[in-house]
């Protein structure tokens, strides 16, 4: 019974989650944290894919550190404020027959830049690539709506909307196919291991009431 108890805090939590980033339940993934969200994003995706990775040079130390490993990944060109150069990412895109998979970060939290998230997405989206945005840096000033923005793979941590530190979120749309890191039977089989209940019901809790227009 307290096993059922458990899975009931985990499966709301879920759900406070996808409703608040206007998500289906069944794409809310829980990590350890964002760079465990990012990781795992990344390097799934790339295991189960044929694709070129195109990345915000500013992005996150977990992003940057994850993609160099990669033979295909290239930095996007950004001007001395961070703004990604949209005319060079689509003569990129247009010149290239491989599969882009560019990963962008909506807001940068040390320079506070904040990018053209939909614009990006909708051009990579025409040449057949997808798109992963780092919400961390965001997700606490920003409101994030996966199915308005049409984003195939978002990420953040809980700690960013007054959960626990320990809990991350990775949100991909069903068609999206991961490779896990680690071998398991939790969260649909791609972060195996015992869950981080308190975080994830931290995170469930912390963002029920949780109001944007009390930011200034």
Known sequence: QSGVEVKQIIEQSRKN????INADDENIIF??????SNTLAIKGYVQKNSCCILYSP???K????????????????????????????????????????????YANSEIGVIQSVKQ?????????????????????????????LDVDIATFSAHKLGGLKGCGVLYKKPNIELEPLIYGSQEQGLVGGTENVLGIASLGKSIENYDYSSIS
């Open 17 to 20: 989650v996808a409703k608040f």
């Open 120 to 148: 990006i997405i909708d051009m990579v989206h025409f040449y057949n690539g997808i798109v992963m945005l780092d919400c961390t840096g965001s997700i606490s000033t920003i409101p994030l709506d996966v199915k308005s």
């Open 31 to 36: 990590t350890s944290g964002g760079s465990a």
């Open 58 to 60: 500013i992005a996150h």
């Open 62 to 105: 977990s992003i940057l550190k994850c993609v160099e490993s990669y033979k295909y990944s290239y930095p996007l060109k950004v001007d001395h404020n961070g703004i990604i150069d949209i005319v060079d990412l689509r003569e990129w895109l247009d010149t290239r027959d491989i599969k882009p998979f560019v990963i962008i970060d």
